[in-house]
């Protein structure tokens, strides 16, 4: 029998971090779940032994904690298989309605947060794992593709997050042995959609027919079509399986849908616009 994996998930207190801590644990897997507040894991650590499950404290946007949690799991299980690098969080609101301050939180978590875990995992996979490798499996969002209106700011940490992710995977080794993906999740019953409540909004934007508002009416639409988070996850493990995963792994069909329509419009401005990329050399 193959030794158990160790898992560093982080964001584990709720939605797909905490279905994740349950799913690796019921595999006979090792968790590291971290969350801001780690008492929401309670009921979890009453149920696994510590050599099954560590769960500590972890506010993405502080450096140094992240920086410990890769300490403690040296210290304690000597290796690291599969990081979930997996908290964050969205607002509502137009561009235009969202205080700065709001927004620069939201890049402080789900992109400078998200970075500096991959970072640290990158690092622990390569100088500390007997031989070199790992996991690193980002949850990102069909909104790092696709943006949506009255999720902008949201949008815009997960197509940057998108961004860092591909640069960092093309610059690895591979003999490192370090594999990289990015999940794109669509909409799943998660608390997400509850957290978000009404958000921002600005006087210029109150027409029921705006797109924000029609976005805003569908997060709190009751019979909205969600996927379920805990097949959703499934996938996930599937996936950190896999001898050579996807960069990419749109989960969800309305991901697949979103995907899709921006890889069209993309190529069709490309194609309607082919021409004037014509004749721009330096003349002889």
């Given at each position: 029998m193959s030794n158990p994996r160790v898992w560093l998930v982080t964001g584990a207190s709720s939605g797909f971090g905490r279905l994740m801590s349950e799913l690796v644990l019921s595999k006979g897997d090792i968790a590291v779940a971290t969350?801001?507040?780690?008492?929401?894991?309670?009921?979890l650590k009453i149920k696994y032994s510590p050599s099954k499950l560590l769960v500590l404290k972890l506010d993405v946007t502080h450096a140094q904690e992240i920086k410990d949690v890769f300490t403690k799991i040296k210290e304690t299980f000597g290796r690291l298989d599969v990081v979930f690098n997996n908290a964050g969080y969205s607002t509502l609101g137009e561009v235009e309605a969202t205080p700065e301050d709001v927004a620069r939180g939201l890049f402080d978590t789900n992109f400078w947060g998200a970075t500096n875990v991959s970072l640290e995992a990158v690092t622990f996979f390569r100088e500390e794992n007997k031989?070199?490798?790992?996991?690193?499996?980002?949850n990102s969002s069909e909104m790092g593709v696709h943006s949506v209106a009255a999720c902008g700011f949201y949008s815009a940490t997960k197509h940057a997050l998108e961004g860092i992710s591909s640069a960092l995977a093309q610059e690895l080794n591979p003999e490192w042995n370090i594999k990289v993906t990015l999940v794109e999740p669509g909409t799943f019953r998660t608390e997400v959609l509850v957290k978000l409540g009404d958000g921002y909004s600005h006087p210029a934007y109150t027409k029921p027919t705006l797109l924000s508002?029609?976005?805003r009416a569908i997060t709190h639409?009751?019979?909205?079509?969600?996927?379920?988070?805990?097949?959703?996850?499934?996938k996930i493990y599937t996936l950190s399986l896999l001898p050579e995963p996807p960069f990419r792994l749109p989960l969800g069909k309305d991901a697949l849908e979103m995907v899709r329509e921006e890889a069209n419009s993309i190529?069709?401005?490309?194609?309607?616009?082919?021409s004037w990329s014509e004749g721009l050399d330096f003349d002889a």
């Open positions: 969350a801001r507040k780690p008492e929401t894991l309670d009921d031989p070199a490798g790992g996991r690193l499996i980002i508002n029609i976005i639409d009751k019979n909205l079509k969600q996927g379920d988070a805990s097949k959703g996850v499934e190529l069709e401005d490309v194609s309607k616009y082919e």
